[in-house]
């Protein structure tokens, strides 16, 4: 087991190319350095469902020229990625054939990966206004033991 716990951490591209995944799709794989020396590999899918995400991501390493994409196999010689910038990558823990390691769920500007699609608070009112929280808070704190449950009725839901 690696000693890289989950968490945000600031790194930088150290090196980049082309993989195939198991079943031989194409994949980029990208190695990031961070925590002093630390480093992980992240793999960007280029099937359909995760090919937003990983071309959002390359963007986000500064690629280049989407027209020589195919160059990323020539790794850093290609250029096409920013090995300068700083990034925030999210890591988290993944479990595959009974092993669990570290792995690398998000890629994203630094401060980028917080709040997406904040909602204001009248929003959010209305929106949880039908789902009956005080009454699955209270229960909640009951289960859990904790003290008195009669100050939920004053939570404006």
């Known amino acids: 087991m690696s000693d890289i716990a ?31 020396g630390k480093s992980l590999f992240w793999n960007g899918s280029l099937k359909e469902k995760a090919q937003e995400i990983t071309l959002k991501a390359l963007l986000r ?35 595959y054939e009974g092993k669990t390691k570290p792995r690398i769920n998000w890629v994203n500007d630094l401060g980028g990966g917080k709040f997406r699609n904040a909602m204001d608070k009248n929003n959010f009112k209305v929106k949880i206004a039908g789902l009956n929280l005080k009454t699955t808070i209270k229960a909640l704190k009951f289960e859990m033991g904790l003290s008195d449950t009669s100050q939920i009725e004053n939570i404006p839901f």
Request: aromatic share 6%.
């Open 61 to 95: 390493m500064g690629l280049r020229d989407e027209e020589r994409l195919a160059d990323l196999a020539d790794g850093l010689d290609s250029k096409l990625l920013d090995t300068t910038k700083q990034l925030e990558i999210d890591v988290g823990m993944d479990t």
């Open 6 to 36: 989950p968490g945000k951490y600031v790194a930088v591209i150290t090196d980049y190319g082309v993989s195939a995944s198991k079943a031989g799709d194409p994949m980029i794989t990208v190695q990031f350095s961070f925590d002093n």
